[in-house]
């Protein structure tokens, strides 16, 4: 199947930095990119949809200041963690799918805790 | 409402047992898709089958099956031969139609999820 890789695997930063995961589509052109939130032992909860060249659509109750997503090109889409706080440590995954594809292809998702 | 709902918070088989894991869905689209992921403790999340609603067969990959009743709206995954291998959450996941004026499909909605536990 199609790659999708995501940087960096894990982060550690002090709260109140900002932290920028970025999600890649290695051999194909990703149209849309998904931006999923998991806690331990829990679901994936989608936090925003991303088309390339236009803005983020969030679902309910995620902050766009805070979760900023820009999808600038059709193999990249970068989720910057403002201001983070230890209540955002969490395990962020991407995903990406083509014009033609049902499937959804996920990185490998990044560990992000904050001290 | 939940859309996909997975009832087995954890289940348990013996290797080399079949398991089935269910997984009911609710949407009043015609055109749906139903997905199974599997999850292992490193976190990636790994695709293991697919079932179109239009499709009228049940979809096979290998040792994973997906037992697909449309009108009980259920798609239950069934791993048959389990292997130790195996023990992993497993998310059953939903696509409804296409994004609204997009060309992409849409986005996923994800059950709560089964955690599998193979004993050798």
């Known amino acids: 199947g199609a790659v999708v890789s995501q940087h960096p695997s894990w982060v550690i930063c002090k709260s109140g930095t900002s932290v920028k995961i970025e999600c890649r589509s290695l051999d194909f052109q990703a149209t849309t990119m998904f931006w999923y939130r998991q806690f331990p032992k829990q679901s994936l909860m989608l936090m925003a949809t991303s088309n390339e060249g236009s803005k983020a659509t969030y679902e309910q109750g995620v902050e766009k200041d805070k979760f900023l997503i820009n999808h600038a090109s059709l193999t990249l889409s970068t989720l910057t963690v403002t201001s983070a706080h230890p209540e955002d440590s969490s395990f962020y995954i991407c995903s990406a799918s083509g014009r033609t594809s049902y499937e959804q292809y996920f990185g490998p998702g990044t560990r992000l805790t904050v001290t | 409402a939940q859309k996909i709902t997975q009832t087995q918070p954890g289940m348990f088989v013996q290797e080399k047992e079949a398991v089935t894991l269910d997984c009911t869905y609710d949407?009043?689209?015609?055109?749906?898709?139903l997905f199974w992921y599997k999850q292992p403790s490193s976190g990636e999340m790994i695709f293991l089958i697919y079932?179109?609603?239009?499709?009228?067969q049940n979809a096979t990959e290998g040792r994973y099956s997906l037992n697909f009743q449309k009108a009980r709206k259920s798609a239950n995954l069934v791993i048959s031969a389990s292997q130790l291998g195996d023990s992993a959450m497993y998310f059953c996941a939903m696509r409804e139609g296409k994004n609204a004026g997009g060309t992409s499909y849409g986005k996923l909605t994800f059950g709560q999820g089964t955690i599998l536990t193979v004993h050798p």
């Open positions: 079932q179109g609603s239009y499709d009228e």
């Open positions: 949407t009043s689209d015609q055109s749906y898709g």
